[in-house]
């Protein structure tokens, strides 16, 4: 998602539902079904495509694991990744 800049509004409906605008649903990557998240800040309000959201969080948490266990670059993720698959593999051999 590129970062857009523009605003809109909807009208609230009786049972507080509120249509997205197509391109505030286009901006965000929000397709039929998926879901939306609120992050209320004061009297502001974020919509975001909940999957982001989710990711975004995660990503978050994890910030800072890799290192305390060693890696510290994408080759280390790589290398890593490498050497597991032939320690399974190894194991499926033997079985």
Known sequence: MSAVSFIND???????????PKNVRAALGINVGDRVTFIVEGTNVRVMN????ALMEFQEQMKGEGEKVGLFSEEDVAEWIMKSRREEDNNESID
């Open 10 to 20: 909807a009208r609230v409906m009786s049972k507080g539902q509120v249509t997205i």
């Open 50 to 53: 909940s999957a982001v959201y």
